[in-house]
């Protein structure tokens, strides 16, 4: 599914140490990834069989969701926690349109910049979505996004890692900057906290070693905390992405009702 954008030399990205985006693109397929990414990877597949599943539908619902936005008339993107920029992110799929891409992770914005570089339509700039105001004033923001037009803004894979005060933060950072029109597309994941297996328990202590310690929250809580964004569409991913209902089976749920929704706010 995920491919480099132009063919380059990527062993100046190569790290002894897993990368969370480089681990990300070995589960969809890619190959911008080494060995510590692929044995961390593998990892997380023998505790949670279904997270190869799961992420590759993530993925289409942005391909689908960013088709879906363009059709409506958004030629303007601002993804935020953007991982890797390979050919079936946002600008592969529409080449057209203006996307500014994100990332707190200083190798991933580097690959960014070096496959990204002479295209005018997009930026990959550094920046940590929890000082979201520097991203918004950045010169990438101001090359590339036209306050006088509706923003299409993606808050993908990021939830998880942040506080309900931070999530609220950037909510609300987001819609007073945000031209009227603008819509969000996120996803989230949710688990059932009366339930708990071994596998999962290891599968959160792997990020909480790492001081990304994963946070699931009910649906209801995270629409509440994206208040005043108003939801237009929320729907398990599968559904979203017109799956059958047997797409996701019991053991895709991992013992604790594991469930990934998308989603889609407007201003």
């Known amino acids: 599914m995920s491919s480099d954008m132009i063919d380059i030399d990527i062993s100046e990205f190569e790290t002894p140490y897993p990368n969370a985006a480089r681990i990300y693109d070995y589960t969809l397929g890619g190959s911008i990834n080494f060995e510590p990414d692929r044995m961390a990877a593998e990892g997380m597949f023998k505790l949670l069989p279904s997270t190869r599943k799961w992420v590759g539908m993530l993925r289409s619902f942005i391909q689908e969701a960013a088709q879906s936005l363009h059709d409506e008339g958004y030629h303007q993107f601002l993804d935020l926690a953007s991982g890797l920029p390979t050919q079936d992110h946002i600008h592969g799929v529409l080449p057209e349109a203006r996307v500014v891409y994100n990332d707190i992770d200083p190798l991933t914005v580097s690959y960014g910049q070096k496959v990204l570089a002479g295209n005018p339509n997009v930026r990959y700039m550094a920046g940590d979505v929890r000082d979201l105001d ?25 939830n998880v890692f942040l506080t309900p005060e931070e999530i609220q933060h950037i909510a609300q950072t987001l819609y007073d900057w945000a031209p009227a029109g603008t819509k969000l597309f996120l996803n ?56 059958p209902a047997d797409h996701i089976t019991e053991a895709d749920r991992e013992g604790v009702d594991l469930m990934f929704y998308a989603a889609v706010m407007t201003k």
């Open 188 to 243: 989230y994941e949710t688990r059932n906290p009366d339930k708990t297996t071994p596998e999962f328990e290891q599968f959160l202590g792997m990020f909480a070693a790492t001081g990304s310690p994963m946070h699931l929250h009910s649906l209801e809580q995270n629409l509440e905390w994206m208040k005043p964004w108003q939801v237009e569409k929320v729907a398990p991913v599968h559904e979203y992405l017109g799956l």
């Open 134 to 158: 520097a991203i918004l004033s950045s010169t990438a923001v101001e090359e590339l996004i036209n306050l006088d037009e509706k923003v299409a803004i993606g808050f993908n894979g990021i």
